[in-house]
T-cell receptor, first 112, second 113 residues
Framework: EDKVVQSPLSLVVHEGDTVTLNCSYEVTNFRSLLWYKQEKKAPTFLFML????IEKKSGRLSSILDKKELFSILNITATQTGDSAVYLC????????????FGKGTKLSVIP | EPEVTQTPSHQVTQMGQEVILRCVPI?????FYWYRQILGQKVEFLVS????????KSEIFDDQFSVERPDGSNFTLKIRSTKLEDSAMYFC???????????FGDGTRLSIL
């Protein structure tokens, strides 16, 4: 039973496009949701979200959480080829647990 | 910027052999984790470690697996008798508290023949 579901699973866009990646989750005692970027190797931390409606922003990337509807989105504006990667969403699964449960990821390909 | 380092980057081993994967977490971090990612699949949690003991482990982390922090800097994952299905990318991660983001190393690709 998937507790973290990401969509779409893959996406191909042209440089300059804006993309929105989705992550829905189902956990008891929600504490946080994390976004990572995985290129060839290590997942690289992007954002950690704990409160609804507060946008986190870093350059062209931004993310927001909706705790009522149990989802988060990751936006990338003015995409570049360097944004090509798998974007992973992860949540700690429940009370007292700090392991991360990952979604399958969204594979983003940005073509020139 | 401090980072988690893992060695080796690639390990090829015969089935039934023991392997030790090594990690040096970020120096002021206290929480340590191992995850694995089988090719084409999700990243899966194996084990977490805090205060010199295992704090959580998954169903994957059975008796053939063990972890150790032999000194103040290294964190190791040992697989005692490897099986073909242990072939995967193994990631080490660390965090400075349980509620803070986990930072991942580049991984060790383990290939069992």
């Amino acid at each position: 039973e998937d507790k973290v579901v990401q969509s779409p699973l893959s996406l191909v866009v042209h440089e300059g496009d804006t993309v929105t990646l989705n992550c829905s989750y189902e956990v008891t005692n929600f504490r946080s949701l994390l976004w990572y970027k995985q290129e060839k190797k290590a997942p690289t931390f992007l954002f950690m979200l704990t409160s609804s409606g507060i946008e986190k922003k870093s350059g062209r990337l931004s993310s927001i959480l909706d705790k009522k509807e149990l989802f988060s989105i990751l936006n990338i504006t003015a995409t570049q080829t360097g944004d090509s990667a798998v974007y992973l969403c992860a949540v700690p699964p429940g009370a007292g647990s700090y392991q991360l449960t990952f979604g399958k990821g969204t594979k983003l390909s940005v073509i020139p | 910027e401090p980072e988690v380092t893992q060695t080796p980057s690639h390990q090829v081993t015969q089935m039934g052999q023991e392997v030790i994967l090594r990690c040096v977490p970020i120096s002021n971090h206290l929480y340590f984790y191992w995850y694995r990612q089988i090719l084409g699949q999700k990243v899966e949690f194996l084990v977490s470690f805090y205060n010199n003991e295992i704090s959580e482990k998954s169903e994957i982390f059975d008796d053939q697996f063990s972890v150790e922090r032999p000194d103040g800097s290294n964190f190791t994952l040992k697989i005692r008798s490897t099986k073909l299905e242990d072939s995967a990318m193994y990631f080490c991660a660390s965090g400075n508290s349980a509620n803070q983001p986990q930072h991942f190393g580049d991984g060790t690709r383990l290939s069992i023949l």
